[in-house]
């Protein structure tokens, strides 16, 4: 059976006349930069996440940087974070000369432990970057207590959870500022590379303007070191068009993830994915976690996966504290226990709104029927 980890293809194929259309807009008026649509896509989306300013821009990456450059993080600074996420987090940091510090996660959420960043706080500490994993928002509450006690400003890697809501609130309108990724496999995906910051604050939505322009409000008049970041119209309009199905995608991904828990609720080996209470989960991926139990652990469960050809993911398979870039660059952490466990157990499986039940009791019965089957008679990998 042939499952896709996002199936890129079939979701185009649901929209295609619309997005067709939209693309086709754009190339008749020929704006290519700074059309219409970008505006009003910034503008939808600022009503969805219910903040009053949202900045397109190239990349998720940039959003981060661009976030930084504005609180003025830079050389001699900490920022502390995760190390259980994707490398761009703490590597926008490290590019502008600071030193990224690594807390620890809890384990249920894969996001960072509250209780685990106060210790790290130093007076070079520059700003706090919760990431909301996998979907699932971070615990902002204690976060923005602490850092409202610390006076550091809070941003939100938003780039895995646009949709998603703690305590009522859309993940990216809680801290100071949030950044959004939409890569092509991200909830909200467009056709190439795009990003977005997303703010209450008035002052720092004109800054991070400003930084991503070049670092001037107006053409040829540049007032700070900046950067070229934008969102280009075509994007832009694709987007538009995928933000008006984005709420309807995610009851499908939670339906699937209803699904995906019914079928491995119960193995001695396997846990599913833990749902906070207080929030949303909007499963921009599916992860299990794979028992240190299992014969072979995760690791021989995943080759025995690669050998039938069934699609799954490791994220993240080294921590970032783990990475050479970061090994032996001495940076700070705390323990990370958690986060080294997280790296051996955790497997994605495939999570998109077109997953079938079929699929997915395919998926199942490879998985559990290795498990079975390496529980009784021993990993012979
Ligand atoms: C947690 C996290 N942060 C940042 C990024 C960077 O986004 P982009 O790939 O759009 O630069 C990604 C996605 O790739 C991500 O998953």
């Not at 059309?35 to 009003?40: A, L, T």
């Not at 890697?157 to 949030?178: E, F, R, W």
């Not at 079928?263 to 921009?284: E, K, Q």
């Not at 958690?338 to 999570?351: I, N």
Request: aromatic share 6%.
């Amino acid at each position: 059976m042939n499952v896709k980890m996002a199936d890129l293809r079939g979701q185009y194929e649901e929209i295609a006349p619309e997005i067709d259309e939209a693309i086709r807009s754009v190339l008749s008026h020929a704006a290519f930069i700074r059309g219409r649509e970008v505006e009003e896509f910034e503008s939808a989306l600022a009503d969805y996440l219910n903040v009053p300013h949202v900045l397109g821009v190239a990349n998720g990456t940039d959003a981060l940087q661009i976030a930084m450059m504005a609180l003025g993080v830079g050389p001699g600074d900490e920022i502390i974070t995760s190390a259980f996420t994707f490398i761009a987090t703490a590597e926008a940091a490290a590019l502008l000369g600071a030193t990224p510090v690594f807390a620890d996660i809890d384990p249920r959420t894969f996001n960072i432990d509250p209780a685990c960043i106060e210790a790290l706080i130093t007076p070079r500490t520059r700003a706090i970057i919760p990431v909301h994993l996998f979907g699932q928002p971070a615990d902002m509450a204690p976060i923005m207590e602490l850092a409202q006690r610390r006076g550091l400003p809070v941003i939100e890697d938003n780039a895995q959870a646009i949709g998603a809501k703690y305590q009522g609130a859309p993940t990216g309108s809680i801290g100071h500022v949030g950044c959004l990724s939409f890569f092509p496999t991200k909830n909200l995906g467009c056709y190439g590379d795009g990003g977005a910051l997303s703010t209450r604050d008035a002052a720092l939505n004109k800054k991070v303007r400003m930084v991503s322009n070049h670092g001037g409000e107006r053409k040829y008049y540049n007032e700070i070191v900046g950067v070229n970041s934008r969102l280009d119209t075509i994007q832009a309009a694709i987007l538009q068009v995928k933000l008006r199905r984005l709420d309807e995608n995610h009851a499908r991904r939670r339906r699937a993830a209803e699904r995906y828990d019914a079928l491995f609720a119960d193995h001695p080996c396997i846990a599913i994915p833990h749902r906070a209470p207080d929030r949303t989960h909007v499963y921009h991926q599916y992860a299990l976690r794979i028992s240190e139990d299992l014969p072979g652990k995760r690791d021989g469960l995943a080759a025995y996966l690669k050998t039938r050809r069934i699609p799954h993911a490791i994220y993240y398979p080294a921590p970032l504290h783990r990475l050479p870039v970061f090994a032996g660059s001495g940076c700070r952490r705390g323990p990370l226990d958690e986060t080294e466990k997280a790296s051996r157990e955790a497997l994605s499986l495939p999570m998109h709104p077109l997953l079938t039940e079929r699929e997915q009791e395919f998926l199942a019965s490879e998985i559990l029927g290795y498990c079975d089957r390496v529980l009784r008679d021993g990993d012979t990998g």
